[in-house]
């Protein structure tokens, strides 16, 4: 009995066995190195808007405004009063009364309305640092 190294044993097995011999079925794989990638991964923009501030949650508006802030299209007081939970009641522009307690963070809610309501009456009452802060939420809800 032989005794070969761990090193050569699969080396020699090679070698001796008739069983390694070519089979017809490997001959005909190849590898097709002239070939390049026709595939290009690509983004088409035509026609595509901003997201839709009339069905978004707050979990998204949320989202959408950090990346807006973190890339510079908006300041640190727009995405903060974005942030911010919204009242469990409000009031729109024709003094109604608004029931918000069952808007959570998955469900749709129109916020393009909701601000332009509030800044209608932060308007109509005069308070100017309101005023200033839903102005740049509406024009970044309007983009």
Do not use: W
């Not at 190294?5 to 079925?25: C, H, Y």
């Not at 035509?46 to 908006?74: C, K, W």
């Amino acid at each position: 009995m032989e005794i070969f190294s761990v090193r050569s044993s699969q080396s020699l097995l090679f070698k001796n066995s008739q069983n390694n011999a070519k089979n017809s079925k490997t001959e005909e794989i190849g590898i097709d190195t002239g070939a390049a990638a026709s595939v290009i991964f690509r983004i088409d923009d035509n026609g595509v808007e901003g997201p839709d501030f009339t069905a978004m949650s707050p979990g998204e508006l949320r989202n959408h405004a950090r990346q807006s802030y973190d890339g510079g299209g908006i300041d640190q007081d727009t995405f903060a009063a974005i942030s911010e939970p919204l009242p469990m009641h409000a009031i729109d522009a024709q003094g109604n009364v608004i029931d918000l307690t069952g808007i959570t963070d998955g469900t749709l809610f129109n916020f393009r309305d909701y601000y332009e309501n509030q800044l209608q009456i932060a308007m109509s009452i005069g308070d100017s640092d309101s005023v200033k802060t839903l102005k740049s939420i509406v024009n970044f809800l309007n983009v």
